[in-house]
């Protein structure tokens, strides 16, 4: 299964966030599973390509141009892509996964997250979405998707079709299901 993962490109985490991140990689990989990602070398993009290097998986990294000269891209990829800007970029993310992980990350992984679930909701896309709630970082956002069906402003059957956990086999049993 292509798996397009989108998480954080920031170093400055807390350590425990690429180590298990890393993890996940090596073991997407050991089931025969291909990353799709924003090609990034640093923080947890560049930590789920360095597990699928290690058991030699196979990485498809999808970047824009602009980036190619900044030394910021993962140099090991089975495969890379550059696109002419950001929204293609997004949109080829979103096309050749089969299915989506969202690591913790800031307003660019928010964004890409938001954008899928959407089109999940809208019925263009049909992909499950499983997010990897490391440290807890997405209980807030829970929350607050659970008080958005609460209050009627979504179906809960939204929420209810997304796995939150910070255990890596219990995303890709999720996913692979």
Not at 37 to 53: D, E, H, I, P, Q
Not at 56 to 69: D, E, N, S, T
Not at 89 to 100: H, T, Y
Not at 119 to 124: A, I, K, Q, S, W
């Amino acid at each position: 299964m292509n798996i397009t993962v989108y998480g954080a490109a920031k170093e400055n985490i807390h350590e425990e966030f690429k180590i298990k991140t890393e993890e996940l990689g090596r073991i997407m990989a050991q089931r025969g599973h291909t990353l799709i990602f924003g090609g990034g070398k640093n923080g947890l993009m560049g930590a789920v390509a360095r597990g699928m290097s290690k058991e030699k998986g196979r990485i498809i990294g999808i970047a824009p141009k602009f980036f190619k000269p900044d030394g910021v891209l993962y140099e090991q990829c089975t495969e890379f892509i550059y696109t002419e800007d950001m929204r293609s970029r997004k949109a080829l993310l979103e096309q050749k996964g089969d299915a989506i992980i969202v690591l913790p990350g800031g307003i660019g992984t928010y964004d890409e997250f938001f954008e899928v679930l959407t089109l999940n909701t809208l019925g263009r896309i049909n992909k499950r979405i499983a997010i990897f709630n490391l440290r807890g970082y997405y209980d807030h956002l829970f929350s607050m998707l659970s008080h958005t069906a609460k209050e009627g402003f979504m179906e809960k059957s939204v929420v209810d079709g997304l796995k939150f956990t910070a255990s890596p086999e219990e995303l890709l049993d999720f996913l692979e299901k």
